[in-house]
């Protein structure tokens, strides 16, 4: 865990694209493109945005409760003070994005592919990542409640300062996965995939035990 300090997330005025930012006004739509748009103070419900394409947006102080973004894309995209609640968020791709403070609560992510994307102080509460390509992603200072990515593939992910509480691996597939960082490793099942991962000795001595329940190795004292 080596006491580093944690990275901290940009600023909205940090932004490159922040001076050419246009206010979002009405609905959001299925194919929708929106390039620039500043989605501040905004509530979505029920919303139907399948295969939409955000480049270059920014969502602050936003709430989307329920709907359909399937396949969507984000790229480029600054997040803050955001509610995802029962969305369908599944096959949609993530590039070069940014998540602060925000919660994502009953959310389907599955099939999903995130590269390059950062999630600042996030609460994450039945998070559905089956199947998901992670790379690059980052968990910083995050809880994850009942987080499944079984069958996922994780690829250079960091748990900095983050909480695992009850995360599921079941035949995930795991890549230069750093979990040192990680201040609570609650892992309920899926410690047979954790080949690929690295983890503190302190860690070790906790889930040594499932490890060994996993490997068929029975521990007696004589």
Same mark, same amino acid.
């Given at each position: 865990?080596?006491? #580093?300090? +944690?990275?901290? &997330?940009?600023?909205? *005025?940090? =932004?490159?694209? !922040? &001076? @050419? =930012?246009? &206010?979002?006004?009405?609905? +959001? $739509?299925?194919?929708?493109?929106?390039? *620039? %748009? *500043? /989605?501040?103070? *905004?509530? /979505?419900?029920? !919303?139907? !945005?399948?295969?939409?394409r955000f480049l270059e947006c920014v969502f602050s102080e936003a709430a989307f409760s329920g709907g359909r973004y399937t396949r969507a894309r984000?790229?480029? %995209?600054? #997040? @803050?003070?955001?509610?995802w609640v029962g969305a369908d968020l599944g096959e949609t791709r993530w590039l070069d994005t940014e998540v602060i403070g925000s919660v994502l609560a009953g959310i389907q992510l599955f099939s999903s592919e995130l590269n390059r994307v950062v999630f600042h102080d996030c609460k994450f509460d039945s998070v559905n990542f089956r199947g998901a390509a992670l790379q690059e992603v980052s968990f910083v200072n995050c809880r994850l409640g009942e987080v499944d990515f079984a069958g996922a593939t994780l690829n250079q992910v960091t748990f900095e300062g983050s !909480?695992?509480?009850? %995360? $599921? /691996?079941?035949?995930?597939? +795991?890549?230069? %996965?750093? +979990?040192?960082?990680a201040t609570q490793l609650g892992i309920k099942d899926g410690y047979d995939s954790l080949r690929g991962a690295t983890i503190s000795d302190a860690q070790l001595t906790i889930i040594a035990p499932m490890l060994a329940q996993v490997l068929g190795i029975e521990v007696k004292d004589r």
């Open positions: 865990m080596g006491g #580093m300090p +944690l990275p901290r &997330p940009r600023e909205r *005025a940090d =932004l490159p694209y !922040a &001076p @050419h =930012l246009e &206010p979002h006004e009405g609905r +959001l $739509r299925p194919s929708g493109d929106y390039d *620039a %748009v *500043a /989605f501040d103070d *905004a509530g /979505f419900d029920d !919303a139907q !945005a399948g295969d939409a984000f790229s480029d %995209v600054w #997040m @803050h003070t955001v509610r !909480a695992l509480e009850g %995360v $599921r /691996f079941d035949k995930a597939r +795991l890549s230069k %996965v750093d +979990l040192r960082g």
